[in-house]
Nanobody, 125 residues
Framework: QVQLVESGGGLVQAGGSLRLSCAASGRTFSMIAMGWLRQVPGKEREFVAAITRSGSNTYYADSVKGRFTISGDNAKSTMYLQMNSMKPEDTAVYFC??????????????????WGQGTQVTVSS
């Protein structure tokens, strides 16, 4: 089992920045990659960014490329998402997730085996 806890969400004005954190505990050694996904009411969960366990590979959705940066601190078992130049369309509940299977592309929500509870991010115009 892997437990994930997000923090850092909140309200920010357009053009502003937020940093999300995801603290992992439990069988973290089993994780192959971790990711951030987001969801707005009535829509499917959307891939935002992912990072491999080693940190050597990162992946981003086109909509956030150049604005968001994913990173990890293995010593602290914590993953981060630095969000800059935020837009109202970034408003969503952001979920941290862990992939232990490695069988599905990490840009897909079904790749992930464990999920955090989500943190609300609201960007005002």
């Amino acid at each position: 089992q892997v437990q994930l806890v997000e923090s850092g969400g909140g309200l920010v004005q357009a053009g502003g920045s937020l940093r999300l954190s995801c603290a992992a505990s439990g069988r973290t050694f089993s994780m192959i990659a971790m990711g951030w996904l987001r969801q707005v009411p009535g829509k499917e969960r959307e891939f935002v960014a992912a990072i491999t366990r080693s940190g050597s590979n990162t992946y981003y959705a086109d909509s956030v490329k150049g604005r968001f940066t994913i990173s990890g601190d293995n010593a602290k078992s914590t993953m981060y998402l630095q969000m800059n130049s935020m837009k109202p369309e970034d408003t969503a509940v952001y979920f941290c997730a862990a992939d232990i299977g490695g069988r599905v592309a990490i840009s897909q929500a079904r790749a992930y085996d464990y999920w955090g509870q989500g943190t609300q991010v609201t960007v005002s115009s």
